[in-house]
């Protein structure tokens, strides 16, 4: 391909991402350099042959981070097995007979294989979230989220926060697991990094917004400073504010929560100052009310009708 085409392919590309972009367009920029080599040979050029070389190069870059994972996970997963094995048997046989402060510290040996077993495992989860996915099933979000708030109803009493759940939610075609995981990690850091002493309220909000349907999780706790907003949503990064780094935290949760949403066309975000609270914003695509056989149709149509205008 001689430069002068290249720099049209690079000039096409660009001319079809002024505002507004396309989620497609954005796809189609965001890989464009690995693209432009994948569709060298590509004589006719078009959008969509793009699109399918860059859809290519993520599956193939999808799969080896999943294996990578998966190799690691299992070789850190042998030995850790091995260690609570050994400090349960000692346990079990010299308890009574070992000093306070050894058994203190088969103890903590004990808690922290436990943790990075869970560490482990949430990382295979993150791994899992693109390259796994589940069924979809029709979930009525109202009770989901009861169900839960329902779960966390010792800690909500423990620490007196009240807890809102607005009526008025649609049932969306989601799988069922993951969005809960959504959820679940919204509201536990709600609680969690409450302040004590404060008069705890959360609130979880439903409205439709703009092409989605968009829940809030609204707290009265510590808040996020601006310029945090942006890397607590990057897996192991946390906020640099004491009181909240105090709470324990792997700085996962909200990565799972970024990755299952972008699994619905959906984002998520969060609107806060430091010491006014945070509100988590995740939006689920319009989409998501019609079961995913008739979204993939609609889709289809759709595509077909922009073919049909080019
Ligand atoms: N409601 C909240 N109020 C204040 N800070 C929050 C809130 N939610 C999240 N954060 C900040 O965002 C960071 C990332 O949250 P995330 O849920 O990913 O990790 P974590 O809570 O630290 O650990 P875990 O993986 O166990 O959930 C937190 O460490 C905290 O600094
Ligand atoms: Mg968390």
Request: charged fraction near 30%; charge should be negative; aromatic fraction near 6%.
């Amino acid at each position: 391909m001689t430069s002068v085409l290249r720099v049209c392919l690079v000039l096409v590309l660009l001319a079809g991402c002024t505002e507004p972009r396309s989620r497609r367009c954005q796809a189609v920029c965001a890989r464009e350099a690995e693209c432009r080599d994948t569709v060298e040979n590509i004589d006719n050029f078009d959008e969509g042959e793009c699109l399918d070389a860059c859809a290519a190069l993520e599956r193939d870059e999808i799969a080896e981070k999943e294996d990578f994972l998966r190799a690691v996970s299992h070789d850190l997963n042998a030995p850790l097995r091995n260690i609570a094995g050994m400090v349960a048997v000692i346990m079990a046989k010299y308890r009574g007979v070992l000093p306070d402060d050894v058994t203190h510290r088969l103890e903590r040996i004990s808690a922290n294989v436990q943790a990075e077993t869970s560490l482990i495992g949430d990382l295979l989860e993150l791994s899992q979230i693109k390259t796994q996915p589940q069924k979809r099933q029709v979930v009525a979000m109202n009770q989901l989220i009861r169900d839960i708030a329902a779960s966390f109803e010792d800690e909500l009493a423990d620490r007196k926060i009240t807890l809102t759940i607005h009526d008025t939610m649609p049932r969306l075609y989601v799988e069922k697991n993951r969005v809960q995981q959504v959820f679940q990690n919204l509201l536990d850091n709600a609680i969690k990094y409450m302040d004590r002493r404060r008069d705890g309220r959360i609130e979880v909000s439903y409205r439709f917004v703009d092409g989605g349907h968009q829940f809030s999780v609204k707290d009265n706790g510590p808040g996020i400073a601006p310029e945090e907003h942006q890397k607590i949503f990057y897996v192991f990064r946390r906020a640099e504010d004491p009181a909240v780094a105090k709470v324990e935290g792997k700085g996962v949760g909200l990565a799972i929560v970024k990755n299952i949403v972008s699994n619905y066309d959906g984002s998520v975000s969060v609107t806060s100052e430091l010491g006014q609270g945070a509100t988590f914003h995740v939006i689920f695509d319009e989409s998501c009310t019609r079961p995913p056989e008739e979204s993939r149709f609609a889709n289809s149509e759709s595509r077909i009708e922009q073919q049909m205008h080019r």
